[in-house]
């Protein structure tokens, strides 16, 4: 499946998600002064989406010579079972209920929820911060925390001396577990979402072996929850 390299190089598989993670910190937030209409959101969606594009793009020789080109329906199907399992979950607070009832609440971080109808003046700048932020959430985001967690993590935990060669259907009980703990530590306040969801694509991948139906599976959850936060207002799922 891969060509034996002495020095496994992880960095294309590490560097578009922390890119595209810490650009939105370079920006103002919309609690600092003279923000005027949020235009610095849209800049800073636009700079996630190119500078994610541009290294997904320079690496994508990498990516395909660990992972051929093939994709099956079953990755929309499980994308579709995905949200309606995410949407379901988050809406029980299984996570608040249970941390405040030891008075542990105040453990899991706020996420306010931003509403892009109350945030721009203009019709221009609502339409470019959406086409943006979609292609984002539903392009940028899927392949570059696949590529993080199943391209790298997941193998790397498995076999960290020779985790190129290791494929997707032989990772073991220790690569899951730390799998859910990145689906805890990168989502704690939709935690148990977040178990269900990476386990069931986590299932699928060790059925199919396919890297890009896990690709599918997240861009068609995570347009779908977009599409769903905007019909809904459920802001804090944005």
Same mark, same amino acid.
């Given at each position: ?34 923000? !005027? ?188 929850? !977009? ?12």
């Amino acid at each position: 499946m891969m060509t034996n390299t002495a020095n496994p190089n992880p960095w294309p598989f590490l560097v578009p998600l922390l890119a595209v993670l810490a650009l939105p910190m370079l920006f103002p937030t919309s609690s600092d002064e003279q923000i !005027g209409d949020n235009r610095w959101l849209v800049a800073s969606v636009v700079a996630q989406t190119v500078v994610g594009a541009l290294f997904l793009v320079a690496w994508m020789p990498e990516y395909l010579r660990h992972f051929p080109w093939r994709i099956s329906p079953v990755g929309i199907l499980v994308g579709v079972v995905g949200v309606l399992l995410w949407v379901g979950l988050c809406a029980g607070q299984l996570e608040h209920r249970v941390l405040d009832a030891f008075g542990w609440g105040f453990l899991l971080p706020s996420r306010p929820g931003f509403n892009p109808y109350a945030e721009f003046a203009s019709d221009a700048w609502f339409s470019a911060f959406l086409f943006f932020r979609f292609s984002v959430l539903a392009l940028i985001i899927p392949l570059a925390e696949e590529l993080f967690v199943r391209g790298w993590l997941i193998r790397w935990v498995h076999d960290s001396d020779d985790w190129e060669q290791v494929p997707l259907t032989r990772v073991g009980w220790y690569s899951f577990w730390a799998l859910m703990a990145y689906a805890v530590l990168t989502h704690p306040q939709e935690a148990l979402a977040a178990i269900v969801w990476f386990g069931l694509v986590h299932a699928m991948m060790k059925w199919t072996g396919r890297f890009w139906d896990c690709v599918l599976a997240h861009a068609v959850t995570n347009f779908l929850l !977009g599409v769903y936060v905007m019909g809904t207002a459920t802001w804090h799922l944005w």
